[in-house]
């Protein structure tokens, strides 16, 4: 019997502290550094913090992380807010990290989906935050240059419509020499991307595969992609970097939780990425 019960007592300590850490949902902050000479040396130390699927939720601790890690700037990749109820959320969160770093944003599902989604961008206008439409901004630093590019949303979740969508908004970015960072939500979409001249795509959308197995593994991708050709179990992309054609891709795991299962081991994330020159 004290066999047993000692058993159990384990057995239930085990599984508190096993839902404890699946959780968990203070901030995470993931690191990469990026080498290449194409950035040249003027970007040597260059930071970029990358926030996403943010769905206007509550991230306590969010801006202090944000200032304590100094970024250069701050992309934003896609779904600051909800496909319903108030942006206003949103539009405050670019107005306090407009205060830190100048911001580059893109569109996501959740934003498009709006009806009010040109009157949200026309309060992010007013602050400075640049959205980027199927088009690019030069960056100069120590006498070098990079681009930073970004491409709307798809928005749509049948395949032929989101296949249709992203080659047009590929043919309005022309090839480039240079470095190039191109910000787009869906990183599921990766296989479109990958032969198409970028150095790097900071993307999001995939919230970490919503809830992952205690190594890592994500389980399922959001609903709004189910149709658009990529797995709804086990995605191929879902959290942190994948490299094919020439092209990195860093996913960010998002920070809200617009759903209703819960993120399980699977914290709120933001993304730091430091060019290094060789």
Not at 38 to 58: A, E, L, M, P, W
Not at 149 to 169: C, T, W, Y
Not at 196 to 223: K, N, S, Y
């Amino acid at each position: 019997m004290k066999t047993k019960t000692l058993l159990k007592t384990v057995a239930v300590a085990g599984g508190v502290l096993c839902a404890a850490k699946g959780l968990d949902d203070r901030i995470e902050t993931t690191e990469y550094k990026i080498k290449s000479k194409k950035t040249g040396r003027g970007f040597n130390g260059f930071r970029i913090v990358q926030v996403s699927d943010y769905h206007c939720d509550s991230v306590p601790g969010l801006i202090d992380e944000i200032r304590a890690l100094k970024p250069d700037i701050i992309a934003s990749t896609g779904d600051l807010v909800h496909d319903s109820g108030s942006y206003m959320p949103g539009v405050r969160l670019m107005e306090r990290l407009m205060k830190i770093a100048p911001v580059y944003s893109v569109t996501g599902n959740h934003d498009l989906w709006r009806a009010d989604y040109h009157e949200l961008e026309k309060e992010l206008d007013a602050l400075g935050v640049k959205t980027l439409h199927n088009e690019c901004e030069f960056l100069t630093r120590g006498g070098d240059e990079i681009r930073i590019a970004g491409i709307d949303d798809p928005f749509s979740r049948d395949k032929s419509s989101v296949e249709e969508h992203m080659e047009n908004a590929l043919a309005k970015i022309p090839r480039y020499e240079g470095y190039t960072v191109l910000l787009f939500h869906r990183a599921n979409l990766m296989d479109m991307l990958k032969h198409r001249g970028f150095d790097l795509i900071l993307a999001g959308h995939m919230h970490g595969g919503q809830f992952r197995l205690p190594w890592g593994t994500g389980v399922c991708e959001p609903r709004s992609s189910w149709g658009s050709g990529g797995r709804a179990l086990f995605p191929k992309y879902f959290a942190g970097m994948y490299e094919g054609g020439g092209t990195k891709m860093i996913v960010n795991r998002g920070l809200g939780n617009p759903m209703i299962i819960p993120r399980l081991f699977n914290r709120p994330e933001i993304t730091v990425v430091d060019f290094v020159c060789d």
